[in-house]
């Protein structure tokens, strides 16, 4: 069978994150390969080709290589790109300065990044010698990004928006057995990088004797844990449906995000429509992706935590499970 709209993703992605990506390629008439031989041999007969950044490398080299014998080939290129450091060579740069400089680095996860750094500079080449060779569709989840990316490529390209809305799959919303007392805790998800602002909120949690849920694969810096060792609890990494169930569950979502780190600074987070999805109120870093995102969607309940010193707990209204499905990225697709 001959396909002339072809998909390839990371099999390895997060499934949230692969999930939205299959769902996006449905919406545009793709079909997803899993198979990279195969879907190497669908790209002689593509029209069209959808990738994510953190496809195969040498699936992506192959499709340079194709495209570059047959510069005739009306090959249209379709990239979602997810992370700035994947085609900004200043972001990619900036990021592993940045991670060399934050806590609890170890020296495992330092060979890692060396290990990993010759095949970002590499990707990222190899993306924008596509961009160069033909006129693309770009989809990125915000509009920040997209004028930082705009700038860099040119105009002819277009970028659509598709932003970072929570995966919509009903198995995720059953309800399951939770671990902790409702409504007890402040929870946040994923690595914490930026120690500063999370301190500030663990100060807060500490001054309103309330717990904060960590549910990372990282674990947090070690003089951090013992000054909040009451406050604190680590997790460690969960499956998605609990995670959802501590979301709905919590006082608030915390989301903290570095203020120098170009990636982080234009966050374009899951986690922050997450959160809003059920209502809860966000404590969050004040960064310019955050507050862009924040007054365009008209997210309610936000508290910047540069002025968490002035609120108290009971500033922050209790919110139970008030799930809002236009935060789902299945409605998010409506719009392309």
Known sequence: MVFNRIALFNNFAHSVNLGRQILLAKKTNHFVFQDRKKFKSAIKNAESVLVADDVDISCLLYLYIEISLYRNR???????????????????????????????????????QLYYTPKRFLRLILFRLLLRSRTSTIYLPSALRIKFVSSLLSKSHQFIRVRNLLFDN???????????????????????????????????ALKNSIKIVVASGKKLNNKLVAKFKDTIIQTGPLKHHKIIELTKNCIAGIAVFSYNNINQNMAASSKIYEYAAYGKPIITSRVPGVEMEVQEFSINNVFYIDQLTKINLENIPLIKNEFDSSFCFNNELLNL
Do not use: Q
């Open 74 to 112: 009306k090959i249209h290129l379709n990239i979602l790109f997810l992370e700035l450091y994947t085609i900004s060579f200043r972001a990619l740069i900036n990021e592993m300065f940045w991670y060399l400089t934050i806590d609890n680095l170890s020296i495992t996860n330092f060979i890692i």
């Open 170 to 204: 009903l198995d995720l919303l059953n309800n399951k057995k939770l671990e902790f007392k409702p409504y007890s805790y402040l929870f946040i998800a994923g690595n914490v990088y930026y120690i500063n602002d999370f301190e500030k909120v663990c100060n807060f």
